[in-house]
């Protein structure tokens, strides 16, 4: 008798927990129930809602997304650093032959070319006329064109 009374008690504590945690107004269990399942079903569309707003801000911004691009003019040539989000194949012998039409030789490189693409390279300038901003648009243009080519 003890036990029926106190598994009873417990069964009608979690009840009004579960009333609490929905902001239900029920009495009964049943209807405390079924407030229940309905605060379920409302917050799972929430989720799927965000979810659709994560994917949406996600893809929007990975159209968006820029490659940062920076070159420093050493001693004797260039310190090139490209980070890019979105990374597509090809991109790194894209900018390889920008290098090699500016007469640019890679003299030293860091890469890395999983979901994103990251480079690091010091090239060594083979003419006078060059300057940092005419190595970062032929950076910037080979990124573009590798880009384009992948749409």
């Known amino acids: 008798m003890a036990s029926r009374e106190h598994k009873r008690a417990a069964l009608n504590e979690k009840l009004q927990q579960l009333r609490a945690a929905t902001n239900s107004n029920a009495l009964n269990k049943a209807s405390i129930i079924v407030d229940a399942s309905k605060y379920i079903n409302e917050l799972k569309q929430k989720v799927e809602r965000l979810n659709q707003d994560i994917g949406t801000s996600q893809s929007?911004?990975?159209?968006?997304?820029?490659?940062?691009?920076?070159?420093?003019?050493?001693?004797?040539?260039?310190?090139i650093n490209v980070f890019s989000e979105k990374n597509c194949p090809g991109l790194l012998v894209s900018i390889l032959e920008a290098f090699e039409e500016l007469g640019l030789e890679v003299l030293d490189a860091r890469v890395s070319c999983s979901d994103i693409f990251q480079l690091q390279a010091v090239g060594g300038e083979n003419r006078d006329s060059l300057d940092a901003q005419v190595v970062k648009q032929a950076v910037l243009e080979a990124i573009k064109s590798c880009n384009e080519e992948q749409e």
Do not use: Y
């Open 60 to 79: 929007s911004k990975a159209q968006n997304s820029l490659p940062a691009v920076t070159v420093e003019t050493l001693e004797r040539g260039f310190l």
